[in-house]
């Protein structure tokens, strides 16, 4: 009982200050993450996947109903028939190592399109902090050149069922291109309006 007290305050301030570093790691990590539309040709680890897989199934959800599901494509052929699924803005994804396209179930939860965009941008953050580059690819909404729907084209490739809504894919991959850091001179402050608009 007596080692608990001694071991906390040995322990505890290494704890607190691994925190705050952490902390200002994140700062930094959302101040630097651009995205990456050129990758180069190295593959990802196991780990590597896991770790991105594993912030998208932590993503907070309404309700905890987690109504998202993920599609994980790594063969070269996909990529580039997925680099195809709408007339402009999907081209990356051929070039990628991985693509995680993110789906969610309607009936699961009335918010799956918030559900679905928080574990996107999730799995974004953890791709930065692997240092890894990455890339939004919108799917919902967005059609090919001919008018056939973006979401359509990635279901049939996937063979994704009918009750699944695509919202987007995700592109991963080491990055083959250096990005500006967020310039803050530019942080649009008048956005923010206080107490009242
Ligand atoms: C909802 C959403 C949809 C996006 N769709 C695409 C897309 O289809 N293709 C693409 O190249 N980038 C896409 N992006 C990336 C944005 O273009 C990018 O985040 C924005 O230009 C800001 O640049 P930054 O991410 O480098 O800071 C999308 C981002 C979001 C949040």
New binding site residues.
């Given amino acids: 009982m007596v080692a608990f007290p001694i071991l906390f305050a040995i322990f505890a301030p290494l704890k607190i200050e691994e925190w705050i570093k952490d902390m200002e790691n994140f700062s930094e990590l959302i101040r630097l993450?651009?995205?990456?539309?050129k990758f180069t040709d190295e593959e990802l680890t196991q780990e590597q996947v896991e770790m991105l897989l594993r912030a998208a199934l932590m993503s907070p959800s309404s309700k905890r109903s987690n109504g998202w599901q993920f599609v994980v494509v790594d063969d070269k052929e996909m990529l580039a028939k997925l680099a195809q699924c709408?007339e402009?803005?999907?081209?990356?994804i051929a070039g990628a190592a991985l693509a995680i396209v993110v789906l969610a179930d309607p009936l699961v939860s009335d918010v799956w399109i918030e559900d679905a965009?928080v574990a996107?941008?999730m799995i974004q953050l953890q791709a930065e902090d692997l240092g890894l580059g990455s890339?939004?690819?919108?799917?919902r909404e967005?059609f090919t050149a001919d008018g056939i729907q973006a979401d359509e084209v990635v279901r049939d490739l996937l063979d994704i069922p009918l009750q699944l809504q695509v919202l987007?894919?995700i592109a991963v991959g080491h990055k083959g291109q250096e990005?500006k850091p967020?310039d803050e001179a530019n942080l649009q402050w008048e956005k923010v309006h206080i107490n009242k608009y």
């Fill in positions: 993450r651009r995205s990456t539309r709408k402009a803005g999907a081209g990356l965009s996107s941008l890339c939004w690819v919108q799917v967005r987007s894919i990005r967020f």
